[in-house]
């Protein structure tokens, strides 16, 4: 599955969550998800979330070119993911179910590239890999904070339905 933006989004501080559901894997290594500019010379650059098959699976982080383990993951659970990107700086936060993994890891292989534009994921293991997995919730907004809700003061519905009571 691949996502490609109009135009890179370049020099913000954008974050993309999402969650989701792993049901089964076996095989090698799989990297679920990359988060990249599609200048960059192969599609698993950038910002890189991974995780290892198997009962005893982990989700893993890559930090300029070095792969860090971190939590277990456990099967037919929904699971949150939260990447905040620096895109100036070429750094993110990562967040797994709602705890802080990393701040400040490097883009992978990222080089003069700026900005990002292409969202992937992909089954790049070591000996092939497979996967049943669910996502849910995909939101990519600038800033570190969720959106809040509209404030419904003024809106066309609120204000028939004052008229109306009267």
């Known amino acids: 599955m691949t996502l490609i933006l109009d135009k890179p989004i370049v020099d913000k501080t954008v974050s993309l969550e999402y969650n989701f559901l ?48 971190k939590e277990k993951i456990v099967n037919n659970t929904w699971h949150t993911v939260k990447n905040v990107m620096y895109l100036g700086q070429k750094k993110y936060d990562f967040y797994y179910d709602e705890k802080q993994m990393v701040k400040n890891a490097s883009f992978r292989n990222y080089g003069g590239i700026e900005g990002i534009d292409k969202f992937n994921v992909a089954n790049v293991g070591n000996g092939g890999s497979t996967f049943v997995m669910y996502f849910d919730e995909i939101m990519l907004y600038e800033g570190t904070e969720r959106p809040s809700a509209i404030e419904p003061t003024g809106k066309l519905t609120i204000t028939w339905s004052r008229i109306k009571s009267y």
């Open 22 to 69: 792993r049901k089964e894997s076996s095989g090698g290594n799989l990297e679920i998800f990359y988060i990249l500019n599609q200048k960059c010379a192969d599609d698993w650059a950038g910002v890189c979330i991974a995780m290892t098959t198997g009962e005893n699976g982990v989700i893993q982080y890559n930090d300029g070119g070095a792969w860090v383990d």
